[in-house]
């Protein structure tokens, strides 16, 4: 998926975790929270050039584009966990589990696509969909999260 679709699958999963399971949530700054989620949700992207988080992150964007394939070990669980954990540790558990939700949400965006995603990388095996990355089906897909949003702000 693409910046604005895994954006929106990030604010998505945060809207339904602050609705129904909050109690993760208990003792951190929402604001903060909802930014970790965002943040999340965009950050294993930073492994490939051209990508608005690897732009954003300017040189250590590109150090880390240099050293890490695009979709291996950034789009792990191991690396999900050691920088959630470390988050956790350094900042608050609520936080920790912000970002941890975010990266979730990032792998459900690439896992509907062709290419799939290594969850379990180094293991070869690959969560995948029918989506190509750019397509206009993407574009449908992001729609209606989208509008799932809208229709959850109003309504929760
Ligand atoms: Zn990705």
């Known amino acids: 998926m693409l910046f604005h679709g895994h954006l929106l699958v990030g604010m998505l999963v945060f809207l339904l975790t ?44 590109i150090i880390f584009q240099k050293l890490f394939k695009h979709r291996g070990f950034l789009h792990s669980l191991i690396f999900f966990l050691i920088i959630s954990f470390l988050v956790k540790i350094i900042f608050s558990d609520a936080y920790g589990y912000a970002l941890l939700l975010g990266l979730f949400a990032h792998i459900l965006g690439d896992g509907i696509s062709k290419m799939g995603v290594r969850l379990f990388y180094p293991l070869k095996f690959r969560i995948k969909g029918p989506l190509r990355v750019g397509s206009f089906a993407e574009v449908l897909i992001s729609f209606f999260i989208f509008c799932v949003i809208v229709l959850l702000l109003f309504f929760l």
């Open 18 to 61: 602050y609705n129904f399971f909050d109690d993760i949530f208990t003792g951190g700054n929402i604001f903060v929270i909802f930014l970790l989620v965002l943040l999340g949700s965009l950050l294993p992207d930073i492994d490939e050039k051209g990508t608005t988080i690897n732009k954003w992150f300017g040189f250590i964007g």
